[in-house]
């Protein structure tokens, strides 16, 4: 696992933007594994303004981490919707080579059909993680098995607290999500791992000195051996 330490949290972004530009200027045709919140949207912001400057993404293919059980795809809190406003709506990517879990239909078919749909036109060449304040990648909340696969999870509490503050004060956030599992995750080629702000330093720590185990499922990143974790000194504090 290699560690980038950027001075700040636009930098840690540019960074990451930059290594995904370079992936499909070299490979066109690559398969992203991207990922939501708020995290990730100066990265997507960058490479809005490289698609602007020629950047194209019309050969690529996409697959997101994970999607909320029970919402709507124009809910404005879906990963679907989310995916769009921040970057399908703005790029050339083919919108039926963008593949995000089903959070509408039954949670069992979603997770089988999305393996499926992986083990088709996988692996994923470049993957996008953010990092939960409690160590989850995707949505595979602490104790989430190292050899998970795409499945149906329940939200942790500290999760669901982390992002009430996206949802209207009177709605009840969602309680499970499909989520690419830990193992689903790690058999892509190259990883990269962003995480900003000091809310995320003992997430951090944990994932990068800490023993590997389903306690801090990002930890399994240790393993990967072409993973790269991309901090602002915030993050990185504690190490
Ligand atoms: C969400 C997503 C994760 C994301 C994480 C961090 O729960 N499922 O994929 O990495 O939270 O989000 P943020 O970047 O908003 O801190």
Known sequence: ???????????????????????????????????????????????IDRHRQGLSFA??????????????????????????EHLFGEIDIDPARCFIPRGDIDPEKAAEGYEAELSRLGPIDLQLLGLGRNGH???????????????CVRLSASTLEANRR???G????????????VATIIEAREILLL??????????????EGPVTAICPASALQFHERATIVLDAAAAARL
């Open 1 to 47: 696992m290699r560690v980038l330490i950027a001075p700040d949290g636009a930098a840690a972004a540019e960074a990451t933007a930059a290594r995904i530009a370079a992936r499909l200027e070299a490979a066109p045709a690559s398969v992203l594994g991207l990922a939501t919140g708020g995290t990730m949207e100066p990265v997507y912001a960058a490479l």
């Open 170 to 181: 009177g709605e009840t956030p969602p309680t499970t999500a499909v989520t690419m599992g």
């Open 195 to 208: 995480a900003v702000g000091a809310e995320k330093a003992q997430a951090v720590q944990a994932m990068v």
């Open 166 to 168: 996206f949802f209207d």
């Open 59 to 84: 050969q690529a293919t996409s697959f997101n981490l994970d999607e909320y059980v029970g919402l709507a795809g124009d809910h404005p809190q879906s990963y679907r919707r989310y995916m769009r």
């Open 137 to 151: 990648i995707g949505f595979n909340e602490p104790t989430s098995s190292l050899a998970s696969r795409t499945r």
